[in-house]
């Protein structure tokens, strides 16, 4: 963000997610499946990004799939028909949020509280695992551009508070913040009082 | 504290699982009877040394596993997933 | 003008800087540099506190984290911090500190009264005093000791304003604890060789006894700067290591520099868990103490520390010190001060024919050997010493205006024992080291007792060698190639413990143990090491018995008349040194103390004025009104009643459960079966824990033939979920099944009351809702207001009612047409307390009844669980004990004056046996519909009660209602409405 010391970037931005299990010896047929239609599903604790996707794999066969944001239910109701006896196909687009924090210092941020060793030499790019992090679950992908963090969609906006609490000794505010301090301020200075 | 090696996720904090009990201990059958079913619910031997014990990865991949534990001094000699067979070491002199 | 006693040029110090300070009201300065300590000391100030028991003067005697007695309350805009160790505190400008313990005020205490009276309070005194009468305790005892014990006064301001504390979670190839000669030479040794390792190091510099040698200096400047320069090494300084727990797991706290008292809102500290593949423990070596007469005055100072003072802050301890010592390496301090100027340096050495000595005596020194310390003289401060051959044959006194002490050195052995070493006796330097299994880790330098700098380094460079070899390094990278300035030829320790002579030879001079307690609790019977431990205290304050711990052990095993090795020392715990409560909390304080689970629905429930409570971890509407009392809860009940409301209902547990086997296992799960119920339907099941009692229920619907959702209530969601991943993995692993949480995927709402039809009706295009296309506990997939969702027929709240589900991000699209669809009808949204109102009307359970010690025949569903087939609980639930007649179980209360109030937790009673509990009442409302409260209640025998009137006893309200009891559905109990 503009004029921010610590170099660190944080978007919120909604994915359509779908999540695929496989049934019990279904997961060759399954990962078929997803290459037909384009897709590389990838080995446990991986991901593989791509264009208009990112495909990841935190628990044994089964995968998430982000897409850009479509109708309700769309992908989730493409994959189900293209999967059909092999697996359980379940639209989580509301059930997760999904973070993405970049910049020289994210991982030093996220060592705040992530028990799971972020060195990039531990966990690089493609890499992608499940853990609990300020109490909360949460799914962490190593990629290009930075860290992406998937949370449960209840718990978000505490992780979210949370990460910028712990980001802010390292330099960062960000400007919404900013704006919301000012607005509380003036509201006290109308002298709007609590009941 | 306990680091475990989860077979899927790798090695990770006690936090991050939730310890299901005693693994020796299978359900008996359904006919087995009163005594059969107290004895899976209640009785455990609560052993000075190793210990098959079930913990369940909440925080990770959500996977049950089995792993061999000593009591005394938290060493975890072997990890596996719940339908791998595991047997305890024999300890000299127990 | 930076104290008097300010000599020298210290390492640490910058002169060009002064600071200025306040010590007990009094005005003095430092310079940038300094701890607390060294500017006192610098002053010439001797006396800091007063002791803990006896209320003696007490001064500084160490250097560092192991001192005993200059512990203070540094006052701060943030309020009083007590227990700060003067001796490791940094000096800052306008610093604000007291000395503790003492009243009305350092110099005159009255408590010291109790120094006169010692005969009378002796080891275990409060144990033996303090036991009756009971009643004397709270106002006499407690008050008693609490004012007449204790250190600091906690005083601290807990807000926004109080000092911030974070965690960060580390992670290394090498964890080396100790960055003295042999930490620093195996860290380089092994961070050059391309491992990652985390060098902690609880001074503010690096050094450790290279700090204390000049012809050490380039050694370690070298060593320090190629540390730096390696990128995959981590040197900590101001962080001491806590605990080894195991497992490669350590907890650091790290003090960050620069940051103190003044320093509000910023962060101070920082926990550091640190998880390593191998450790090495480079500790050092803690110098001890001798028990005589005396050795508590102030002036009376570790030699060691003595040498500390004068090369890190320049500060001369004292112009005419006497030193009393066993060792050669003691003398390094006598050297040292006479090197800096200091003239009248005399030494009292225990042994005889040192080398040590003669070097001394070659410089000048005045050396008397083979004698001993009997006695301090003055009163308040060291005037002198009074010296004795051993034999106490000989007696003559010397001035001297401080006594700096040295016993020997004990290796830092508490971290390694923590992680299972044994102590092994070392007869070559009188003391214990540690015996580490090789898995655990190494141990390296002075804390193996490998004394020398020299010896040490080497030491260090050997362990970096075997833990390089075990992590795949068998050959290290060069290292720096430093000549190591020799270590000097010495003549070995000659063991002194005690010198035993009239007067208060202290042991522990943070708690005032002396020798004698140690001996009375050994004649009382407390003859084991941790048992004398815990009957006289000795080690059990802040500072842990560091330098005096292994001295009283040893007046232990002369006691006993067995060798000390023998008797051994006390195991060591965690914490390695006192933390901050702050510190351990971390950054999960006050909003971030536990994770808040928000509706989708949240900012619009916020807005409509809604008064939240916290359920488990969700936030929930319990009524949207901020007007108190029942009224505004009624209104929304009764919406429900008369014609409609629509509650959010999305904390409820959400389980989709798929695959060839779903059906058979939900029958395992559940207590009734699931594989009859027909796609499209929805089912009330109860699951039982394997003991047969209840564990929760909920409305399972079956949505295809392989395919059903499961909810649980909201409490116990999480561990509905983790119930049934567990049995599916361990008892079933021949289902093919796969468990999906789906909780947040689905912002579900409940649409009830009379008019909730058509209601729906206009929302879902796709559906006929008729009463008999789609019944009471139908299911269907359906458009809801566009949004493709679900629609469930099923009620909580004994109503016609509908549940809809939709994906949570368009949950907020549906809520609001449900608001206008409902308009004509006079909709409203109702909160928790309304819900519950309702369901208890109606007899529905919830964890108030469901609490984990009902069964399912407690609460009515008896005839639910399936008599045939496997479940989990069938066979633990069918116990006589469970089915006993006078179990509590459910039903309904009224008050008999219909004006009087119910209350949760009241107790039934009989009239005429008014202490006799009959049972309790476990929720309760005033009605919708009937006269006054109603109320649920568990009752001994209360199905088949004969008795129609009991009391509602509450105590604490001075409460007794008369009660009549009743059927638990007290509204609609032949289930009209919701099949409507
Ligand atoms: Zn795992």
């Known amino acids: 963000m503009p004029g921010n010391a610590s170099g660190l970037h944080l978007d919120t931005s909604a994915s359509d997610i779908v999540e695929i299990a496989a049934l019990r010896g279904r997961a060759p047929d399954v990962a078929r499946i997803a290459l037909e239609r384009g897709v590389q599903l990838p080995a446990l604790g991986r991901a593989v990004a791509a264009a208009d996707h990112l495909a990841l794999c935190v628990r044994p066969e089964r995968w998430l799939i982000l897409t850009p944001p479509a109708s309700v239910g769309a992908s989730a109701a493409a994959w189900q028909s293209a999967c059909v006896g092999l697996g359980a196909v379940l639209d989580l687009s509301s059930a997760l949020s999904t973070l993405e924090f970049s910049g020289s210092q994210a991982r030093e941020v996220l060592v705040r509280s992530c028990r799971i060793d972020l060195d990039a030499q531990a966990f690089p790019v493609g890499t992608a695992c499940a853990t609990i992090m300020a109490q909360v679950a949460v799914i962490l992908v190593a990629l290009g551009s930075g860290l992406l963090l998937l949370t449960p969609a209840s718990t978000a906006r505490h992780f979210h508070e949370w990460l910028l609490a712990a980001a802010r000794p390292l330099g960062f505010e960000p400007p919404s913040q900013r704006n919301d301090a000012a607005a509380s301020d003036d509201a006290v200075g109308c002298g709007d009082k609590p009941s | 504290m306990l680091r475990i090696r989860c077979p899927w996720c790798g090695e990770r904090d006690e936090t991050e699982f939730r310890y299901r009990g005693d693994a020796s201990q299978s359900r008996p059958a359904a006919d087995a009877g009163l005594e059969a079913f107290s004895a899976y619910v209640y009785e455990r031997k609560n052993p000075r040394g190793w210990h098959l014990e079930w913990w369940l990865h909440v925080g990770g991949c959500r996977r049950l596993l089995k792993l061999v534990r000593h009591t005394l001094t938290h060493e975890i000699r072997w990890v596996g997933n719940a339908e791998d067979q595991a047997s305890l070491p024999r300890e000299p002199g127990r | ?980």
Not at chain 3, 442 to 465: I, M, P, T
Not at chain 3, 570 to 596: F, M, T
Not at chain 3, 930 to 952: I, N, P, T, Y
């Open chain 3, 1 to 980: 003008m930076q104290g008097p006693a300010r000599i020298a040029e210290g390492l640490l110090t910058d002169a060009a800087r002064p600071l200025g300070f306040r010590f007990d009201g009094q005005r003095m300065q430092g310079v940038a540099g300094d701890t607390l300590a060294s500017a006192l000391l610098a002053n010439g100030r001797r006396l800091v506190g007063r002791s803990f028991k006896y209320h003696r003067p007490r001064g500084i005697v160490t250097a560092g984290p192991e001192e005993p007695c200059a512990l203070v309350d540094v006052i701060g805009a943030g309020g009083r911090e007590p227990n700060h160790l003067a001796t490791t505190l940094a000096l800052y400008q306008d610093l604000v500190a007291e000395s503790q313990n003492r009243w009305p005020s350092l110099g005159f205490d009255v408590m010291a009264l109790n120094d006169r009276i010692a005969r009378f309070i002796p080891a275990g005194f409060y144990y033996k005093t303090f036991m009756a009468p009971g009643w004397a305790w709270e106002p006499l005892y407690e008050p008693l000791i609490r004012h007449a014990a204790g250190l600091g006064r906690l005083d601290a301001i807990v807000g926004e304003h109080a000092a911030l504390a974070e965690t960060v979670h580390d992670h290394a190839d090498v964890l080396v604890v100790g960055a003295g000669v042999a930490g620093l030479t195996a860290a380089h040794r092994l961070g050059a060789s391309g491992l990652r390792v985390v060098l902690a190091e609880q001074d503010t510099v690096l050094g450790g006894g290279a700090l204390l040698d000049a012809r050490w200096a380039e050694w370690r400047e070298t060593t320090c700067d190629a540390l730096a320069g390696l990128p995959r090494v981590h040197c900590l300084a101001r962080t001491t290591v806590l605990g080894a727990y195991g497992h490669g797991v350590f907890a650091a706290l790290e003090t960050l520099a620069g940051a103190d008292a003044a320093n509000l809102g910023r962060l101070r500290e920082r926990l550091r868990i640190i998880r390593a593949r191998r450790v090495i423990f480079a500790t050092g070596a803690i110098e001890r103490l001798i028990a005589f007469p005396g050795n508590d005055l102030p002036g009376v100072m570790l030699a060691g520390a003595a040498l500390g003072y004068l090369r890190r802050y320049g500060v001369a301890v004292g112009r005419q010190p006497a030193f009393f010592l066993n060792t050669d390496q003691a003398y390094e301090s006598v050297f040292a001060l006479a090197g800096a100027g200091i003239e009248r340096v005399g030494v009292i050495d225990v042994r005889s024919g040192s080398l040590a000595a003669e070097r001394a005596r070659v410089l000048g020194i005045e050396v008397h050997e083979g004698v001993v310390v009997e006695a301090v003289i003055g009163r308040g401060a060291v005037g002198g010493v009074r010296v004795a051959n051993r034999d106490g044959s000989q007696r003559r006194e010397f001035e001297a205006d401080s006594l700096l002490i040295s016993g020997g050195y004990c290796p830092a052995t508490a971290l390694a024992s923590q992680l299972g070493a044994a102590l092994k006796w070392q007869d070559a330097i009188a003391a214990f080291t540690p015996e580490l299994a090789p898995a655990a880790g190494r141990v390296a330098g002075a804390a193996r007792g490998v004394f020398g700098l020299a010896a040490a380094a080497r030491n260090g460079e050997a362990a970096a060698r075997v833990i390089g070899a075990e992590l795949g390094h068998a050959s290290l990278a060069a290292g720096l190639e430093l000549a190591l300035p020799p270590d000097a030829e010495a003549t070995p320790i000659g063991a002194l413990w005690e010198v035993q002579a009239r007067g208060k030879a202290f042991v522990d001079l943070q708690n005032d143990v002396t020798a004698a307690d140690v001996r009375l609790a050994q004649l009382e019977g407390y003859e084991h090491v941790e048992h004398m431990k815990r009957y006289t205290t000795h080690g059990m304050a802040t500072d842990q018995g560091r330098i005096g711990g292994l001295v009283g052990s040893a007046v232990l095993a002369q006691a006993r008349g067995l060798p000390l090795a023998e008797v051994g020392q006390p195991k060591a715990r965690p914490y390695a040194q006192p933390v901050p409560l702050a510190a351990l909390a971390g950054s999960e304080v006050r909003q971030h103390l536990k994770p808040k689970r928000r509706l989708p629905l949240h900012d619009w429930h916020e807005a409509a004025g809604a008064s939240f409570v916290t359920t488990g971890l969700w936030l929930r509407p319990l009524v949207y009104s901020r007007q108190s009392g029942w009224q505004p809860v009624l209104r929304e009940a009764r919406a429900v009643r008369t014609s409609v409301g629509v509650t959010d209902v999305s904390t409820l547990g959400k389980i989709d459960v798929q695959g060839p086997d779903a059906a058979k296992f939900l029958d395992f799960i559940y207590a009734n079966t699931f594989s009859t119920l027909a796609v499209g339907r929805s089912r009330y099941g109860i699951m039982l824990r394997e003991d047969g009692m209840l564990l929760d229920d909920g409305t399972t619907s079956r949505l295809a033939q392989q395919h059903f959702l499961v909810t649980t209530t909201t409490a116990n969601a999480a561990a509905v979920l983790e119930h049934i991943e567990f049995h599916l993995q361990a008892v079933c692993p021949q289902f093919d099944v796969l468990l999906s949480d789906v909780g947040d995927q689905w912002a579900q709402f409940a649409i009830a009351g009379p008019r909730s039809r058509e209601v729906v009706t206009a929302l879902v295009a796709d559906l006929d809702l008729s009463g008999q296309a789609f019944p009471f506990m139908a299911a269907s997939a359906a458009t809801i207001a566009g949004v493709a969702g679900r629609v469930f027929r099923i009620s909580f709240s004994g109503e016609l009612a509908y549940e809809l589900a939709v994906p949570a991000r368009h949950g907020l699209q549906v809520w609001l047409a449900v608001l206008a669809a409902g308009r004509p009808f006079g909709i409203r949204p109702y909160g928790l307390d309304a819900l519950n109102t309702l369901r208890i009307e109606k007899g529905h359970v919830t964890g108030a009844e469901m609490n984990g010690n009902t069964s399912a025949d407690d609460l009515g569903f008896g005839r639910m669980l399936k008599p045939q087939a496997d479940f989990i609980g069938r066979e633990l639930s069918q116990r006589a004990g469970l089915h006993a007649p006078d179990r509590l179980q459910l039903v309904g209360v009224r008050p008999v004056n219909r004006k009087r109030r119910l209350r949760n937790g009241a107790h039934l009673v009989a009239a005429k046996a008014r202490t006799v509990s009959l049972g309790y009442v476990t929720s309760s409302t005033p009605s919708t519909e009937l006269e006054g409260w109603v109320g649920l209640a568990l009752l001994e025998g209360g199905r088949h009660c004969r008795v129609q009137r009991l009391l509602a006893s509450s105590p604490v309200h001075n409460e007794a209602t008369e009660v009549e009891i009743v059927s638990p559905h007290m509204i609609d109990p032949e289930n009209v409405r919701v099949r409507a």
